[in-house]
């Protein structure tokens, strides 16, 4: 189980279904067969199925170990192979031993904070455990925690829920179930996700080359909506606000400010964070990358050279 200065990898929280949202039975029913629970020596966790034998889950919950033992919703067993992993975004992929699972349908937008959400994982063993909440917040980070934002969920993730599925209410997948900060911390409720769009790039990556490169802005931002836009008196109606650039990091070198509004990234159209993060995701290291923002009422064409993490 990993410690991220209080935060632990894979909360608890009590939240009941939202009134008049029913059984979530069917939902449950359809997307358990693409539900897993994954053993090592000395742990487990959850996972997903990603394709037909490959199953994504968390780097933290296979560690070092290069063979698992996977446990399907039918009760039956076998052994899995760690093909790659990820520790920046704390994914890793498995090829199992066993063929033709179903896969999940991952849903590559983000969900609204509100949005009705499913947890099913194997918190402290107890497999196939589901639980529910809402989506609390987006673009959140972790100190110590993966190198990409997260989604913050009131959804019950207790340790072995790591790399499970986060669904919606459609049972799309979401998410892969991260960390919790325990109440110890103060914390109640305080869950975390890797979102699929993320999810499904790195897998991807791993599969393909076994290892991902991390293009890096060096920028915090956030959404730009309608009660930031009278506040500060900014005149760009869609973007994406730098909230901060780190000192001396490519944003900042580039000519990137704090208020700065991203518009356009590469000649394309920036109407939210998860439009930088779509650029960045299709991006090399290294990178000269075109950044258009709106700065007071003027336009800026910036060139950034993309980091690397």
Not at 11 to 31: E, I
Not at 79 to 98: F, H, K, M, W, Y
Not at 301 to 306: D, I, K
């Amino acid at each position: 189980m990993l410690l991220l200065l209080g935060v632990v990898a894979c909360s608890d929280s009590r939240s009941p279904p939202p009134a008049g949202a029913g059984s979530y039975a069917d939902v449950v029913t359809r997307t358990a067969p693409s539900a897993m629970t994954v053993r090592v020596e000395d742990g487990v966790g959850s996972g997903v199925v990603l394709r037909s034998d490959v199953v994504v889950t968390n780097e933290h919950v296979v560690k070092t170990n290069r063979q698992v033992r996977i446990r399907y919703a039918d009760g039956q067993e076998s052994g899995g192979e760690v093909l790659a992993t990820d520790p920046l975004s704390d994914l890793a992929v498995i090829r199992t031993e066993r063929k033709n699972l179903p896969a999940a349908e991952f849903r590559d937008e983000l969900p609204r904070p509100g949005d009705t959400v499913l947890a099913i994982g194997s918190p402290l063993g107890l497999e196939f455990t589901v639980t529910a909440g809402i989506v609390s917040g987006l673009h959140r980070t972790l100190p110590g925690g993966p190198q990409v934002e997260l989604i913050q969920t009131d959804a019950p993730i207790s340790p072995g829920n790591s790399g499970g599925a986060l669904l919606d209410s459609a049972g799309r997948v979401i998410g892969i179930n991260e960390a919790y900060i325990p109440p110890a911390q103060g914390a109640e409720s305080l869950g975390f996700a890797i979102p699929s769009g993320v999810t499904l790039n790195v897998a991807e990556k791993l599969l393909s080359a076994g290892k991902v490169e991390h293009p890096y802005l060096g920028a915090s931002l956030g959404d730009l909506t309608p009660e930031i836009r009278s506040r500060f008196g900014i005149s760009a109606e869609r973007g994406a606000l730098v909230l901060g650039v780190e000192p001396g990091g490519p944003a900042e070198t580039g000519g990137m400010r704090a208020g700065d509004v991203i518009v356009a990234m590469k000649g394309e159209e920036v109407g939210d964070v998860q439009d930088v993060q779509a650029v960045l995701r299709s991006s090399r290291v290294g990178e000269r990358t075109s950044v258009s923002v709106q700065r007071g009422e003027q336009r800026t064409e910036l060139t950034v050279v993309l980091g690397g993490r």
